[in-house]
């Protein structure tokens, strides 16, 4: 099951615009620790009763396995930081390295975005879930390991109890 990366963030409080020719854009990025703490808790039943309704529909007629989807923390702060698309993403490493606080305070709101919309996802039907980490290749190796892996294995140790395939595919990693 494809859907937007950007989808669970709308009910969360992003303005977000997929604008044509550009990407998502962000009308309100992420700058400080205030702005982290705005972020609500995704309710998926109530914000996104579509998505948990395609996959039902879609266990009833589908033959093969229907893999669930979301964003990947990193990829979601990076457009939530620079305010849409990047090619260097810095404001995002500026902020992952100067804002050490800050950075934490978003990544774990993101990964408990990220289990609750995947859960949700379970739980209406999808067989294996897969987290997308589309800009997580422009860091260095020490980088992820030290800013990024955490959270990943805090997602990975959270969804474990579904005891669903889980699968996490970076672009641009070795």
């Given at each position: 099951l494809f859907a937007d990366i950007m989808?669970?963030?709308r009910p969360v409080g992003v303005n977000v615009d997929i604008k044509a020719g550009v990407g998502p854009v962000i009308d309100n990025p992420i700058r400080s620790q205030k702005d982290?703490?705005?972020?609500?808790?995704?309710?998926?039943?109530?914000?996104?009763?579509?998505?948990?309704?395609?996959?039902?529909?879609?266990r009833q007629q589908l033959?093969?396995?229907l893999?669930?989807?979301?964003?990947?923390?990193?990829?979601?702060?990076s457009y939530l930081i620079e305010g849409g698309p990047s090619?260097?993403?810095?404001?995002?490493?500026?902020?992952m390295y100067s804002e050490p606080?800050?950075?934490?305070?978003?990544?774990n709101k993101l990964a408990d975005l990220t289990v609750t919309y995947l859960r949700a996802?379970?739980?209406?039907?999808?067989q294996a879930v897969q987290i997308f980490d589309s800009w997580?290749?422009?860091?260095?190796?020490?980088?992820?390991?030290?800013?990024?892996?955490?959270?990943?294995q805090h997602i990975f140790d959270s969804l474990k109890i579904t005891k669903v395939p889980t699968i996490y595919f970076g672009v641009g990693t070795g």
């Open positions: 989808t669970p963030l982290v703490a705005q972020l609500i808790t995704l309710e998926p039943d109530k914000h996104v009763p579509y998505i948990m309704e395609a996959i039902k529909i879609l033959t093969v396995p893999i669930g989807f979301a964003g990947a923390p990193f990829t979601l702060a090619k260097q993403y810095h404001k995002t490493k500026a902020l606080h800050t950075w934490q305070a978003l990544m996802q379970i739980r209406a039907g999808a997580v290749g422009a860091l260095t190796a020490e980088d992820f390991r030290h800013y990024i892996k955490p959270t990943m």
